[in-house]
């Protein structure tokens, strides 16, 4: 036991001394995360407002102008130019100058002072599919307000009988700082693990590992363990920033926080310690990372798009990404208040990846020297 | 005769380059096996539309009116139709476990109000915990209470006056395969040159075999077009696969031309392999390019639009969208693919593409050579 530690410790020594030799990649390491928090929590916004609308207004009445108000005033909409005519539509939507078009017919004034149903029309353009979905939902509760004789104020705000919980001005940083987090862990800690092994293969220098009394489970924990390290400090480096710069509240337990955020550290480490083993080359390791840690990530683990709207044998899929249980966490914890009573189900989860992977690593490193 | 050296060297360095490429079964089942996975996923899975929220009931009137503003409730597809719990409590309960993403309460003498055109005291209550659910929940929520006479203002009953009738232009049934594949191959692209072109000049580096080129007659210059070449190749076979799986599997238009297509993507190639060249300069381990093309990767992902629209992001971000060549290539994609856009209506972009190409990999000839003297 004594010798096992002595050599895990060697390997582990002789890798911090690469890290640290390489410092330039350190700095990438820890700055990446970092930037990519801020460019995520402050630029990208999925509030979406400020659309750019073109409006055709036939009518000219005060009614067709009222409508008009209506829908720039809540600030969803902004009216980009007037076309004179409905045939202008097209081309200014082609063009991509305007992703709206709002069309008040002739009679809309006259029908609505006799009492009489009035339709307008709004032309969104499809090809930004996120815009389009959103700007008809918004323009369809403007006008339904509009109707219902209610003022302009609450064009989009829930009327006093809607409480929306744990985020009561639904801000979108609230969930994109969450998802980021489990993104940039993904991402980083995964491709960090990615070189390590590939490398040595690349360079010649495994085979001198080899001729060591180093056993493979030394090797693969003597990687981890500093790798673990500066995932941790990358962990702690976004879950303080994260909170701290966007006013993220942590309402629940930090225990259950650091359990479930450690073990899926170790479920990504694995994953890179995977590709880099499976793959000859750093590049092929890279992408293997990337299409295995970072993509199933990105679009499955329910951050971007609900799951619940995918397709069946997409949500079987969705089961197997580790990401997907860490934001439940994340959101559990930071949002909810929840702790393990309510979390016990993703905190197995994690521990079962986080063993599960690394077993695979170690095991897959084992048959290759065979 | 310089010239027909010039040529021979360069399709030397192509030839060298392909065979390595080759060489590694594994790197050309990345090149093939990622785009057409990642396709598929964004395809099938991508269903931004918000529907289907899980949504508790408590119906605590329990009358035939209560039965069918719930039955109305859930008429659309917006909601759907979860458990039912005797008290609100512990609807509450299951919005915090995470069971359940909104709930419908409807309070003891819902009916005798309603018939009194009072305003009756219905409540729905949402997680928000996802920002986007949310407010498409809470818009969809507030609309249907606001037809049903319930917390308007007292003693207005809504006439069904004004009306709007939405079209959706190019993509009618909002197909996410639709639009998402002008992104989806410009990250993918992206990817193949950027990041393979960063890490493989690194790796000559490290490798040494980078000064053994050197040696030899062939000019720095020549060196890389010879490398760039087999990618902006490989880019453009990307670019067909792609646009055939979409045409075929996902119905994705063609409307546009090929022509502008093919300009667009040669013009976008040259600004990514530029990127890569660049970053392969300024780091000195396959480690650093790599990390080095990441960090490049994901901001201009996020600020191409590919993901969330440039009209909502905060106003003084939006100018650096202009740098990137990725917002431009998923502009002339989306105009030529689905909206039929010619070279005229997409000559912005095209002449923005062909500055940030052409500067870019000029920049980054200039400082490679400049490195290796």
């Known amino acids: 036991m004594n010798r096992f530690l002595r050599r895990t410790w060697a390997v582990a020594h002789k890798e911090v001394l690469h890290i640290l030799r390489d410092a330039r990649a350190v700095y990438l390491a820890l700055g990446l995360p970092v930037v990519m928090l801020m460019l995520f929590g402050y630029g990208i916004s999925q509030d979406i407002d400020h659309v750019p609308m073109a409006v055709v207004d036939q009518d000219r009445t005060p009614a067709s102008r009222r409508l008009c108000q209506a829908l720039v005033a809540g600030s969803d909409f902004v009216r980009e130019v007037d076309l004179a005519s409905p045939d202008d539509a097209e081309a200014a939507l082609r063009s991509g100058r305007v992703k709206a078009v709002l069309i008040v017919p002739l009679d809309y004034g006259r029908a609505l002072a006799r009492g009489l149903p009035a339709q307008a029309q709004i032309l969104v353009d499809g090809s930004d599919g996120t815009t389009a979905t959103i700007a008809m939902g918004d323009a369809a509760g403007i006008v339904t307000a509009l109707s219902a004789a209610r003022a302009v104020r609450s064009s989009l705000n829930a009327g006093p009988r809607i409480r929306v919980r744990f985020n009561p001005a639904m801000r979108s940083a609230y969930n994109m700082v969450s998802g980021v987090i489990v993104l940039i862990l993904a991402m980083v800690a995964s491709l960090l693990t990615a070189l390590t092994i590939s490398r040595e293969w690349e360079r010649g220098t495994m085979e001198q590992l080899f001729a060591t009394p180093v056993s493979r489970l030394e090797i693969v924990m003597g990687k981890l363990i500093p790798y673990t390290g500066l995932g941790f400090v990358q962990t702690l480096l976004v879950l303080t920033l994260g909170s701290y710069l966007f006013d993220i509240p942590i309402r629940g337990s930090l225990g259950t926080l650091f359990v479930c955020s450690m073990l899926f550290l170790l479920a990504m480490l694995g994953t890179g310690l995977i590709a880099s083993i499976v793959a000859k080359s750093q590049l092929v390791a890279v992408q293997f990372a990337l299409m295995v840690a970072y993509m199933p990530v990105a679009m499955l683990s329910g951050f971007m798009f609900p799951i619940e709207n995918m397709p069946l044998w997409l949500q079987g899929i969705a089961h197997a990404v580790p990401g997907r249980y860490y934001l439940t966490t994340l959101r559990g914890v930071l949002l909810k208040g929840n702790g393990f009573a309510r979390l016990g189900e993703e905190t197995m989860a994690l521990a079962i990846f986080a063993v599960g992977l690394l077993a695979v690593a170690v095991w897959r490193f084992r048959r290759r020297l065979a | ?373």
């Open chain 2, 1 to 373: 005769m310089s010239v027909v050296l010039a040529l021979q060297s360069l399709f030397n360095v192509m030839k060298k380059e392909m065979r390595q490429t080759v060489r590694d079964r594994r790197m050309l089942g990345m090149l093939i096996v990622s785009p057409v996975l990642m396709l598929v996923i964004f395809g099938y899975a991508i269903d931004l539309d918000v529907d289907r929220i899980p949504t508790v009931i408590c119906d605590q009137d329990g009358t035939p009116a209560s039965r069918d503003l719930t039955q109305a409730f859930f008429a659309d597809r917006t909601f759907r139709r979860g458990k039912v719990f005797l008290d609100p409590s512990s609807a509450q309960d299951a919005l915090e476990a995470g069971d359940a993403a909104a709930a419908l309460i409807i309070p003891r003498g819902f009916a005798r109000r309603a018939a009194r055109a009072d305003d009756p005291e219905v409540q729905v209550v949402i997680d928000g915990t996802d920002a986007t659910r949310a407010q498409v929940a809470s818009a969809a929520a507030s609309q249907f209470l606001l037809l049903h006479g319930i917390g308007g203002e007292p003693g207005v009953r809504p006439a069904a006056a004004i009306s709007l009738a939405p079209r959706v232009m190019y993509n009618q049934r909002l197909k996410s395969a639709i639009y998402m594949l002008p992104g989806v191959l410009a990250t993918l692209l992206m990817n193949v040159t950027a990041i393979v072109m960063a890490m493989g000049l690194s790796r000559e580096r490290e490798t040494g075999t980078l000064e053994q080129i050197l040696v030899t007659p062939i000019r720095p210059a020549v060196f890389l077009a010879g490398k760039c070449l087999p990618y902006i190749l490989f880019g453009l076979v990307d670019v067909l696969a792609v646009l055939l799986l979409g045409n075929l599997v996902f119905d994705v238009p063609f409307r546009g031309s090929f022509g502008v297509i093919a300009l667009g993507a040669f013009l976008y190639l040259f600004s990514t392999l530029g990127i890569g060249i660049l970053i392969a300069t300024v780091s000195s381990s396959q480690q650093q390019a790599m990390l080095g093309a990441v960090a490049f990767m994901l901001p201009a992902m996020l600020l191409s639009g590919f993901m969330s629209p440039i009209s909502s992001m905060p106003a003084w971000l939006r100018p650096f969208t202009m740098l990137m060549p990725m917002r431009h290539f998923i502009e002339i994609m989306r105009g030529c693919l689905l909206k039929g856009a010619g070279i005229a209506d997409l000559a912005p972009q095209m002449i923005a593409l062909a500055v940030l190409g052409i500067g870019i990999l000029g920049i980054s000839i200039v400082l490679f050579r400049r490195r290796l003297s």
